[in-house]
C-alpha cells in the first residue's frame, strides 16, 4: 500500500514571497490532516478535512494561509505572504475516518 | 485549553536498560492515548496505543495508563541504539479524535 505523498520535500524562500505545499492522501482516506511542527516541538494541526469539507481549521492562520481539498482526494497548502516564523516542518497525514493517522515524509520550509 | 505535557530531554540509557518515557494531560475527559516515535528529519509514526487503565505490552515496548493521575508512560525493555528517537505523546481531547501532541521527549540509547 502507497504511503501518504507530500512534495516538494524542501523548499527555502524569503520572507514575503509565497509557497505551496501539495499532499496526496493513502487512497480511501476520507479524512485528511495537515500540520505544523516547528523544531522542537510536537506537530499542531492546522486543518482537518473530511473528504472535501473542513472539519477543523481553528488554529489556521487565516491571514495568511489557506488549504483546499478539491475532489476530496489531494490537497494543497499555501502561505501568502510567509513570515520567518513560518518555517516549519509541514506533515500531511490521513487516516480513515475516526481512526489512526498516517504521515507523510513532511515538507521543510525554511523562509530566510 | 488542552495540553499534553513531556520532559524534552534528552532521556540516555545504556544498551539493554529500561527507558521510561512519561506524559501527563490536562483533559479528563481523554479516552484514547497514543505513543509516535519519529526518527530525525523523519515524520512521526505510531507505536502504541492504549484506551483502558493499567499496562499493554507489544513487544519490547508496554503502554502504561492512570487516568485517576492522568499520565501515559511508555516502557522500552532491552533498549537498543536503534531505539534512538523523538517520542510523542499524543492524546485526543474528550470527543474528538484530533491528538493533541506533546513536545516529545528525545531518547538516546548509547553502546
Known amino acids: 500500500e502507497a504511503g501518504v505523498a507530500q512534495s516538494p520535500r524542501y523548499k527555502i524562500i524569503e520572507k514575503r514571497q509565497s509557497v505551496a505545499f501539495w499532499c496526496n492522501p493513502i487512497?480511501?482516506?476520507?479524512?485528511l490532516y495537515w500540520y505544523q511542527q516547528i523544531l522542537g516541538q510536537g506537530p499542531k494541526l492546522l486543518i482537518q478535512f473530511q473528504n472535501n469539507g473542513v472539519v477543523d481549521d481553528s488554529q489556521l492562520p487565516k491571514d495568511r494561509f489557506s488549504a483546499e481539498r478539491l475532489k476530496g482526494v489531494d490537497s494543497t497548502l499555501k502561505i501568502q505572504p510567509a513570515k520567518l516564523e513560518d518555517s516549519a516542518v509541514y506533515l500531511c497525514?490521513?487516516?480513515?475516518?475516526?481512526?489512526?493517522?498516517?504521515f507523510g515524509p513532511g515538507t521543510r520550509l525554511t523562509v530566510l | 485549553q488542552k495540553e499534553v505535557e513531556q520532559n524534552s530531554g534528552p532521556l540516555s540509557v545504556p544498551e539493554g536498560a529500561i527507558a521510561s518515557l512519561n506524559c501527563t494531560y490536562s483533559?479528563?475527559?481523554?479516552?484514547?492515548f497514543f505513543w509516535y516515535r519519529q526518527y530525525s528529519g523523519k515524520s512521526p509514526e505510531l507505536i502504541m496505543s492504549?484506551?483502558?487503565?493499567g499496562d499493554k505490552e507489544d513487544g519490547r515496548f508496554t503502554a502504561q495508563l492512570n487516568k485517576a493521575s492522568q499520565y501515559v508512560s511508555l516502557l522500552i525493555r532491552d533498549s537498543q541504539p536503534s531505539d534512538s528517537a523523538t517520542y510523542l505523546c499524543?492524546?485526543?481531547?474528550?470527543?474528538?479524535?484530533?491528538?493533541?501532541f506533546g513536545r516529545g521527549t528525545s531518547l538516546i540509547v548509547h553502546p
Open positions: 487512497s480511501g482516506h476520507a479524512t
Open positions: 499524543a492524546i485526543p481531547s474528550g470527543g474528538s479524535y484530533i491528538p493533541t
Open positions: 497525514a490521513s487516516s480513515p475516518p475516526a481512526d489512526t493517522q498516517y
Open positions: 492504549i484506551y483502558s487503565n
Open positions: 483533559d479528563r475527559g481523554s479516552q484514547s
